[in-house]
């Protein structure tokens, strides 16, 4: 089982940086890729970038390319996602999901998730 709790949200200037958590309390051993969600206010959920088992291969919707990181530690069971050179429209919920195995990264902006954190909160002020 995954269970997936997401951190590190909150209310920070244009420019500015947040660091998110995702932490996998479940403790599975087997392979998973695990994505970045978000929806913002009045708008549809959307990809934001994803990192597969090892940590070798990520990908990136164009808005964040440049300025979000992900990277695992899989010592922790933590994915995490560097936000750096904020903007106002990247306001909105935050979700990490994982989907299990390992599909091919060309799918992973629009697959189905099998598992989702609750999210949280990225406001960004201008």
């Known amino acids: 089982q995954v269970r997936l709790a997401e951190s590190g949200g909150g209310l920070v200037q244009a420019g500015g940086s947040l660091r998110l958590s995702c932490v996998d309390s479940?403790?599975?051993?087997?392979?998973?890729?695990t994505g970045w969600f978000r929806r913002a206010p009045g708008k549809e959920r959307e990809f934001v970038a994803a990192?597969?088992?090892?940590?070798?291969?990520?990908d990136y919707t164009d808005s964040v390319r440049g300025r979000f990181t992900i990277a695992s530690d899989n010592t922790k069971n933590t994915v995490f996602l560097q936000m750096n050179s904020l903007k106002p429209e990247d306001t909105a919920v935050y979700y990490c999901?994982?989907?299990?195995?390992?599909?091919?990264?060309?799918?992973?902006?629009?697959?189905?998730?099998?598992?989702w954190g609750q999210g949280t909160q990225v406001t960004v002020s201008s």
């Open positions: 999901a994982a989907v299990l195995g390992r599909p091919i990264s060309s799918s992973w902006r629009w697959i189905p998730y099998d598992y």
């Open positions: 479940g403790r599975t051993v087997r392979p998973y890729t």
């Open positions: 990192i597969n088992w090892s940590g070798t291969n990520t």
